[in-house]
T-cell receptor, first 113, second 109 residues
Framework: NAGVTQTPKFRVLKTGQSMTLLCAQD?????MYWYRQDPGMGLRLIHY???????AKGEVPDGYNVSRLKKQNFLLGLESAAPSQTSVYFC????????????FGDGTRLSIL | GQNIDQPTEMTATEGAIVQINCTYQ??????LFWYQQHAGEAPTFLSY??LDGLEEKGRFSSFLSRSKGYSYLLLKELQMKDSASYLC??????????WGAGTKLIIKP
């Protein structure tokens, strides 16, 4: 039972390159989230999904795209990476019940040169 | 706008007690969460409060006052492994989690 798995764990990109971050869950949770975490700032929501085939914008969606073709997978894409996107990216899942916490993957550390 | 405030950093001594405060202004309220995050790791769930009062869980307790928009996390018998950041988050009326910036807790021997 792996929970929430993010790949890759580390990546270095050059400005303008593209890449996709994968989040996979075996918890059967409906809700999935992509956050970024920067020093001195709280977790900021990029995009989220309330179920298979759905996506919605969060607080900081610009420069990112997402897809949720299967319930267990949530992909985050950077089409043309910029240095401002250097960050730690966390995926989280949620049951949808308010007394239940979000569960996080181990994070992806992304550096854009 | 929505806002959650926590102290940036706190220092405490091993074996002592520390209280980490969190004040919030959000669009609606469906509960408040505390998470612990060790450096370089993912946040992990500590506690959930939705009603006023104190919830105790071992060495950790969390308090909520909805009328004051205020919560605190109380850590007793501090251990070196408690050195971490502590994140306060509120579930708003749209069932989105609004996050504070976190409080870095430094434990000294």
């Amino acid at each position: 039972n792996a929970g929430v798995t993010q790949t890759p764990k580390f990546r270095v990109l050059k400005t303008g390159q593209s890449m996709t971050l994968l989040c996979a869950q075996d918890m059967n949770h409906e809700y999935m989230y992509w956050y970024r975490q920067d020093p001195g700032m709280g977790l900021r929501l990029i995009h989220y999904s309330v179920g298979e085939g759905t996506t919605a914008k969060g607080e900081v969606p610009d420069g990112y795209n997402v897809s949720r073709l299967k319930k267990q997978n949530f992909l985050l894409g950077l089409e043309s990476a910029a240095p401002s996107q250097t960050s730690v990216y966390f995926c989280a899942t949620w049951t949808g019940y308010s007394n239940q916490p979000q569960h996080f993957g181990d994070g992806t550390r992304l550096s854009i040169l | 706008g929505q806002n959650i405030d926590q102290p940036t950093e706190m220092t405490a001594t091993e074996g002592a007690i520390v209280q980490i405060n969190c004040t919030y202004q959000t669009s609606g309220f469906n509960g408040l969460f505390w998470y612990q995050q060790h450096a370089g790791e993912a946040p992990t769930f500590l506690s959930y409060n939705v009603l006023d009062g104190l919830e105790e869980k071992g060495r950790f307790s969390s308090f909520l006052s909805r009328s004051k928009g205020y919560s605190y996390l109380l850590l007793k018998e501090l251990q070196m492994k408690d050195s971490a950041s502590y994140l306060c988050a509120v579930l708003d009326s749209n069932y989105q989690l609004i996050w504070g910036a976190g409080t870095k807790l430094i434990i000294k021997p």
